[in-house]
């Protein structure tokens, strides 16, 4: 139990497109979900939480008008890369925390390629 | 604020051999204390948590970690490596209960050799 899926696994794209990717929990209702990026040979860094139904709190330093987060139901979460620059091409995650968790399951991750 | 640090980037070891990787916490109240890996590429997978109760706790892939309040430390062993084991290892910590962040650190990478 406590799946979490991303799609795509790898998406290449040109400088100044937008970008999505999705964030699923396929067999709990994630009432809480986080996004990571994380550099080359580095830790992963919270980007932001996102709470079903709620505005996503993001960390200092990130653009929120850049990554758009929506966490519209309680088994899926988004971000889109408005605006992709090669600077943003990284390993982004996600991970879902549901009810009664005290832990965060991660999904796989998604490889972004900005050209 | 809750921080953690791995002071070995890198271990190489050889097969069979035992391992310790080293973590360290920063953490006002009981934290919530996790190991995860990383293969290339791939996202993460919890080996192991300590949230309370016996400090010896016991992961998967014959992993153990002991949480040791007095030097805040929670490192991770395995008596005897395989070469599967080679992987970046992340250690975190968090908040007991709740829905807030979890830190993680630098992560140390494990290189196994015949």
């Known amino acids: 139990g406590a799946v979490v899926s991303q799609h795509p696994s790898r998406v290449i794209c040109k400088s100044g497109t937008s970008v999505k990717i999705e964030c699923r929990s396929l067999?709990?209702?994630?009432?809480?979900m986080f996004w990571y990026r994380q550099f080359p040979k580095q830790s992963l860094m919270l980007m932001a939480t996102?709470?079903?139904?709620?505005?996503?709190?993001?960390e200092q330093g990130v653009e929120k008008d850049k990554f758009l987060i929506n966490h519209a139901s309680l088994t899926l979460s988004t971000l889109t890369v408005t605006s992709a620059h090669p600077e943003d091409s990284s390993f982004y995650i996600c991970?879902?925390?549901?009810?009664?968790?005290?832990?965060?399951?991660f999904g796989p991750g998604t490889r972004l390629t900005v050209l | 604020a809750q921080s953690v640090t791995q002071p070995d980037i890198h271990i190489t070891v050889s097969e069979g051999a035992s391992l310790e990787l080293r973590c360290n916490y920063s953490y006002g109240a009981t934290p919530y204390l996790f190991w995860y890996v990383q293969s290339p590429g791939q996202g993460l997978q919890l080996l192991l948590k300590y949230f309370s109760g016996d400090t010896l706790v016991q992961g998967i892939k014959g992993f153990e970690a002991e949480f040791k309040r007095s030097q805040s430390s929670f490192n991770l062993r395995k008596p005897s490596v395989h070469w599967s084991d080679a992987a970046e290892y992340f250690c975190?910590?968090?908040?007991?209960?709740?829905?807030?962040?979890?830190?993680f650190g630098i992560g140390t990478k494990l290189q196994v050799i015949p």
């Open positions: 975190a910590v968090g908040p007991s209960g709740g829905y807030q962040k979890v830190t």
């Open positions: 067999d709990f209702q994630a009432t809480t």
């Open positions: 991970s879902a925390r549901g009810t009664g968790h005290n832990e965060q399951f």
């Open positions: 996102s709470n079903e139904g709620s505005k996503a709190t993001y």
